[in-house]
């Protein structure tokens, strides 16, 4: 029986078919050099999946877990063939009710444009609430949202209340245009007034 490498320590590749394609580029320095040329679509999703569960080289994802399940990779490209998942991201976010894992009833594929929707962009807030950066010249609040300019505010706490109603339109519009019923329920839910 052929042993496996594990990714990350956890995952299984046991796919029956060749998930990445390399070609031959020659040798440099007495080793064959190699580039990838192809990659299964769903196999990067996985993988991807795994490593950023898995590794320590991505600390928000920590306490972040995959369902033992898909520890495999046949298992995630059985679940994921039944999707809409072409051209998708993997969510685990919006159906989870905040819990930090992936999984069959937690998962579910959207779009790129929902997927930014969701982002909370934590990092490069600041020290402000979302939607809110100090205005340099006036010292007021600034609301933003999805592109949109909301206007000054004297507080932050103002300013971060219209970017709560102007999000709130904005989902709903996203949610409207929606393929999956729990995605769009979700959306609501999650920015509703």
Not at 37 to 52: D, F, G, P, Q, T
Not at 82 to 98: A, P, R, T, Y
Not at 107 to 136: A, L, Q, W, Y
């Amino acid at each position: 029986m052929k042993k496996t490498k594990l990714l990350a320590g956890v995952g299984v590749c046991d796919a029956d078919y060749p998930v990445v394609r390399y070609q031959q580029l020659g040798y440099v320095d007495g080793k064959q050099k190699q580039k990838r040329v192809w990659a299964c679509k769903l196999y990067e999703c996985w993988s991807n999946m795994i490593r950023r569960c898995y590794s320590d080289s991505n600390p928000s994802y920590d306490n972040c877990i995959v369902v033992e399940e898909w520890h495999k990779f046949s298992n995630f490209r059985k679940w994921a063939i039944e999707q809409d998942w072409v051209g998708m991201c993997l969510d685990k976010d919006i159906l989870s009710n905040g819990r930090k894992i992936y999984s069959p009833s937690t998962c579910v594929f959207i779009d790129s444009k929902t997927n930014n929707f969701m982002t909370d962009s934590k990092k490069v807030r600041g020290e402000f609430p979302i939607g809110v950066s100090k205005h340099k010249c006036t010292g007021k609040y600034k609301g933003r949202c999805g592109g949109k300019e909301l206007g000054l505010f004297t507080t932050p706490e103002d300013a971060h209340d219209a970017w709560k109603i102007e999000k709130a339109k904005q989902a709903e519009l996203l949610a409207l245009s929606q393929n999956d019923y729990r995605v769009a329920y979700h959306i609501r839910r999650i920015y509703e007034v």
